[in-house]
Nanobody, 125 residues
Framework: HVQLVESGGGSVQPGGSLRLSCLAN????????MGWFRQAPGKEREGVASIDGNNRTSYADSVKGRFTISKDNAKNTLFLQMNALKPEDTSTYYC????????????????????WGQGTQVTVS
């Protein structure tokens, strides 16, 4: 059973940085598409960034140039480096693995993944 565990969330002032990590207990990161999502209270889950098996990345327009998704296959860990944080980035962030939707690129920003982490809170204020 695949389990994803996020860490690295916290509180930061506007303009600050955080680095989120997502560790899998058993998963081959190298071949599969993975993503980061966020969901604020009362809002739909939003795709933030994705990375596929060839390390091609996609980003939501709201985070382009500020966030960077990456992965360390040897450590089964997915990362999200978040810089120049804004109050509107405040949300619970989730990692996801094994995209089952159709298409690539920004299609992977849709929440069609088989595995999800429990989420980590990011507060920017």
């Amino acid at each position: 059973h695949v389990q994803l565990v996020e860490s690295g969330g916290g509180s930061v002032q506007p303009g600050g940085s955080l680095r989120l990590s997502c560790l899998a207990n058993e998963y081959t990161y190298s071949s599969y598409c993975m993503g980061w999502f966020r969901q604020a209270p009362g809002k739909e889950r939003e795709g933030v960034a994705s990375i596929d098996g060839n390390n091609r990345t996609s980003y939501a327009d709201s985070v382009k140039g500020r966030f960077t998704i990456s992965k360390d296959n040897a450590k089964n860990t997915l990362f999200l480096q978040m810089n120049a944080l804004k109050p509107e980035d405040t949300s619970t962030y989730y990692c996801a693995a094994d995209f089952y939707g159709l298409g690539d690129g920004t299609a992977a920003l849709k929440p069609k993944y088989n595995y999800w982490g429990q989420g980590t809170q990011v507060t920017v204020s």
